[in-house]
């Protein structure tokens, strides 16, 4: 079985999401990364977040342009456009749009200041 990665999805779009929310990011992991194939990876968020007055624990998150593959992200400095889908009872709705990028392990998981980088974690090539 694939190790999850961490990512961070950072919500630029409703502007306003970090009014209800106590930040516009993200943290959580994901496993659908692993899948070359995939057009759009779950992420299992580490806390919640309120859109529309409703909680959600996961994102599905698809790049924000035609052409493009989340695949990108490893390559990226800064992030990756994506959209942001909540799931409802009809299915997954995408009503946000953001930046998606690799995160290091929080503090309290890595194994200490020196060891908290991403060398090796492109799933789908031999570790650096």
């Not at 580490?46 to 698809?62: C, I, Q």
Request: one cysteine or more.
């Amino acid at each position: 079985m694939t190790k999850p990665l961490r990512f961070r999805v950072h919500v630029s779009e409703p502007f306003d999401f970090e009014r209800e929310n106590e930040s516009a990011d993200l943290y959580g992991t994901s496993v659908d990364c692993a899948d070359t194939d995939a057009d759009e990876w779950i992420v299992e968020l580490e806390s919640w977040f309120s859109f529309n007055e409703t909680d959600y624990n996961e994102a599905l998150v698809a790049p924000r342009y035609v052409g493009e593959h989340l695949s990108r992200v490893f390559d990226s400095i800064l992030g990756f456009p994506v959209r942001i889908a909540h799931r409802t009872p009809d299915g997954w709705h995408f009503a946000m749009t953001g930046m998606l990028s690799l995160s290091p392990l929080p503090p309290e998981e890595s194994d200490g200041p020196g060891n908290n980088d991403f060398d090796g974690i492109r799933p789908d090539r031999d570790p650096i």
